[in-house]
């Protein structure tokens, strides 16, 4: 990325034009803040709208160009996003607030080694910055590096004291390294940290997969059913719940539970597929023709058959 020096005017023409300068940087320090004020609370298409009137004009703005960087992020568009950054490092270099919204579009096209490139150089500029680390140790996980993972990670921690997201991600790193009586403690470390009003679903998700997964049925549940309770619209604890009741033979129950997340995640094949399997055994045998359908026809769309897990606490970089 390359920066821009610029040289000063004569004094003279300064003076002379020193009122109205000052009168329009003002001005375009207001639209921005205005435009701020629009993605803060959440309408960056009206943002994006604004901000690219504001550059037809004011094509120099650094400022401008990040910001419109930051709203295409937030709307899942990394290749125009990183397009903005590259202008904009035109006229001024990234700060390391900034260069983390470069490397999250980044994590957005699965291109792993550059995030963490970018996500290294904001660490080296914002050591402080427990979110960096965590984001540096997320984009690890991702790089199947997982004791780097979990050293940044715990990093984060050390900054930010009772950091649920970090904690519970070091409990995956160990479970990828199998290791899951450690996976386990720090799975039950980031739900005692949420006290008694837990807000963040995925350490009782991952502690109750975990328990399931060393066929502790019975110990699952709980865990499973609070995490449905904190995040009700999450397709994977469902699914995780239905697998469970199949095994205890409790079919309706597993019936319930696999038509929940078919309804959150219509277009997963394998939940489908799933789906009809239990209405089979259940001698629905209409109804398992229908899904039996069904999923043959999103494999043939080429229909992912992983099912979602949406992240109710935000990870995501701050601006």
Not at 9 to 14: G, I, N, T
Not at 91 to 102: F, M, S
Not at 126 to 135: E, G, I, V
Request: hydrophobic content about 45%; overall charge negative; glycine content about 4%.
């Amino acid at each position: 990325m390359m920066i821009l020096k610029y040289t000063e005017a004569a004094v003279a023409m300064m003076l002379a034009v020193s009122g109205a300068a000052s009168a329009l940087c003002q001005a375009s320090a207001d639209s921005l803040a205005n435009v701020r004020l629009l993605v803060d609370s959440g309408r960056v298409v009206e943002a994006d709208t604004a901000l690219h009137s504001y550059l037809v004009a004011h094509q120099s703005d650094a400022d401008a160009h990040f910001l419109l960087g930051y709203v295409l992020f937030r709307e899942k568009k990394p290749r125009e996003s990183l397009a903005e950054f590259t202008t904009g490092a035109r006229y001024r270099r990234p700060n390391a607030g900034e260069l983390k919204i470069v490397a999250s579009d980044y994590v957005l096209l699965d291109d792993f080694a550059d995030a963490d490139k970018w996500f290294t150089q904001v660490v080296a500029e914002a050591p402080d910055d427990a979110n960096a680390s965590y984001l540096l140790g997320r984009t690890k996980f991702n790089e199947n590096d997982f004791p780097a993972a979990i050293s940044s990670f715990e990093h984060a921690i050390a900054l930010h004291p009772r950091y649920v997201e970090a904690e519970n991600n070091i409990g995956l790193a160990w479970k990828e390294l199998n290791e899951p009586e450690k996976a386990r403690s720090a799975f039950q470390t980031a739900i005692e940290w949420q006290s008694d009003l837990p807000v963040d679903a995925q350490p009782f998700l991952n502690l109750g997969t975990l328990l399931a997964d060393q066929n502790n049925l019975d110990a699952a549940i709980p865990f499973l059913e609070k995490a449905a309770d904190l995040a009700p619209d999450n397709p994977s604890i469902h699914e995780e719940l239905s697998h469970i009741y199949t095994a205890l033979q409790n079919l309706p129950k597993a019936q319930s539970e696999l038509e929940r997340a078919v309804a959150l995640a219509p277009n997963i094949s394998s939940l489908h597929f799933k789906l009809g399997q239990i209405y089979r055994k259940e001698g629905m045998r209409d109804r398992a023709q229908q899904e039996f359908a069904i999923c043959e026809k999103l494999i043939g769309a080429h229909s992912s058959d992983k099912t979602p897990n949406p992240i109710s606490i935000r990870s995501t970089p701050d601006r």
